[in-house]
């Protein structure tokens, strides 16, 4: 049975806006501090808050990936819709708990979603790969009760890993996608 | 055509349907998991048919058809797949890719596949 633990609640998560906006609520009045006092000298307080957020600062809560990850995330969601035969090679449809693992897998991969596609396939299972330019091939296929890594780099001799557990499979996507076997 | 035996020379025949589920747009080919199936990899063979005949075969199972894939059996082979004719009331020329001891293709021959697999795409 493949594993899903709760958000690590001391990171920040983009998708949840609570935590984002507690950041904004801080982050204005921190500004405050580091502004040249020279140049805002005949500033009040009230016009510091009035102030809009400089446009770097909104790629803070919205990271570079986000757009990947939404792309990817729906479409994992699009995999619901298809029903069986999808392939015209008699595929079964997928099951809900693969799509849901999938889901699972990709939130904690989330950073590398620009490099990432997704597929799915004819075995119950849901695939994410990535090729780098320098050869490194890797791809994470999702099923109901495990996860199986497979990844290659040049001539070396191929590597396969299962996992039960959707964060140890995640940590050893992330490892290999940084260039990290071991 | 030998009904017994897929020939060496022979290529294999696989539909990619036209909303390129299988397709990996970011590295211009097809993805492994195209040759992922639980019961083996459904391909036609050519047998002793024309690239037409093959053509007309495939839109008319597969409206609306994008393109193929097309793969030689001998390389099939040479990565240990089986490759078995499995003749059908509704398709003769059905055969299946299997792996070696099992049914199912390893990650490792589907990635090789991927990589050896041409695609044709249809006008």
Sequence with gaps: MIQQSRKPSNRIWFDNPIPTYTLVALFVPLTMQFVDDKSNADKTPESYISSPIPSSSVNDFFPSYSKYYIDLSEKLKSFEQLGNNWNGYGSPMLQTKIISNATSFLSLIKEISSDLSVFPTARNSIQFEFETIDELYSEAEIFSEKIEIYFEYRDNPAEYFSFNKIEDASEKFLRIHESKFC | ?123
């Design chain 2, 1 to 123: 055509m030998n009904l017994n035996f897929v020939e060496d020379d022979e290529i294999l025949h696989r539909a990619v349907k036209p909303n390129l589920t299988f397709w990996s747009t970011k590295d211009n080919r097809p993805t492994s998991a195209l040759f992922k199936d639980s019961k083996g990899v459904s391909v036609d063979r050519t047998g002793s048919r024309s690239e037409s005949e093959i053509r007309s075969s495939m839109l008319a199972k597969f409206p609306g058809l994008r393109g193929e894939i097309q793969v030689l059996t001998l390389d099939s082979r040479k990565l240990f797949c089986k490759v078995e004719p499995d003749s059908r009331i509704d398709n003769p020329f059905h055969a299946l890719i299997k792996g070696g001891e099992n049914i199912q293709l390893s990650n490792k021959q589907a990635r090789e596949l991927a990589k050896l697999c041409k695609f044709i795409e249809y006008d």
